[in-house]
């Protein structure tokens, strides 16, 4: 059960962050819009929320994922792989150290961004990417291990996938065994023995949502996926996404939960 999650708005020059996708400019009023709805949408589940500052030194601080891994037994810091997002994780510092005794942290030549990482209960997949390098995702890997959690890497580096920044863009974990998937990782021997729900290609974006306790958020305006998770048996929300799409943001890096 998640009782609480940070969360940093977007900043006024929240369109000057990074992004690899060509779907335009996002609109401020309409970026603070879909986040209020999302935080609101976590208080609904329960949620006591954090709320840190924008901070327009980091135009994509917005996405508080990226910046460290919370278990049940740890807190990690990450090392984000962008340089222009390295000094998100000095603020993320102070705001864990209130909720765990100790931190650790990924150092060089490491490089993790949390948007990389999926837990699935006791087991976590790290992705290999453009942000998440092997020493990285060693040190992580030892990190976990000495909490008690196993741990497996996907490489999404030679995947063909416009969009897919993070392992998670693609993959999601739902509990009850269920990995969400994109059919381009679908195949992975890392998720054998997991009950995969399949994102059609034209609702790949879908596959980034989160399980905030008994609810699965989901990006609005994919109804397949939307029914898909219904018919599990899951109570959903759909949230307007859409102008953190623009940055290559998924619902899953807007929040720490914990
Ligand atoms: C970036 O490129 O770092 C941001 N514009 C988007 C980060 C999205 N984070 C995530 O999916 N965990």
Not at 9 to 16: G, I, K
Not at 226 to 235: D, F, I, M, Q, S
Request: include cysteine.
């Amino acid at each position: 059960m998640f009782t609480r999650a940070i969360i940093r708005p977007p900043a006024a020059n929240f369109a000057e962050g990074l992004t690899t996708v060509d779907l335009g400019v996002p609109d401020y009023q309409r970026t603070l819009e879909q986040h209020e709805r999302y935080c609101a949408a976590l208080e609904q589940c329960g949620l006591t929320l954090t709320r840190l500052e924008a901070d327009a030194r980091y135009p994509d601080s917005t996405f508080v994922e990226d910046t460290a891994i919370l278990t049940e037994r740890c807190a990690i810091l990450t090392r984000p792989g962008a340089e222009s997002r390295a000094g998100e994780v000095e603020a993320m510092r102070e705001v864990l150290a209130a909720f765990y005794p100790t931190l650790s942290a990924i150092v060089a030549p490491g490089t993790v961004d949390g948007g990389d990482i999926c837990e699935a209960g006791e087991h976590f997949f790290i992705g290999l990417s453009e942000r998440t390098n092997e020493a990285g995702a060693e040190q992580l890997s030892r990190l976990l291990t000495e909490a008690g959690y196993t741990s497996s890497c996907v490489d999404i580096r030679g995947v063909n996938l416009p969009g897919l920044l993070h392992l998670k863009s693609g993959l999601s974990y739902l509990g009850d065994n269920r990995l969400v998937v994109v059919d381009e990782l679908a195949a992975h021997e890392a998720f054998q023995g997991y009950d995969l729900v399949r994102v059609l290609p034209e609702e790949f974006y879908a596959a980034n949502c989160v399980r905030v306790n008994d609810t699965v958020f989901l990006a609005a305006g994919y109804p397949l996926f939307e029914e898909t998770v219904r018919r599990l048996g899951y109570r959903t929300i759909a949230l307007e996404m859409s102008e953190f799409r623009k940055m290559d943001g998924g619902l899953s890096c807007l929040s720490l939960r914990l």
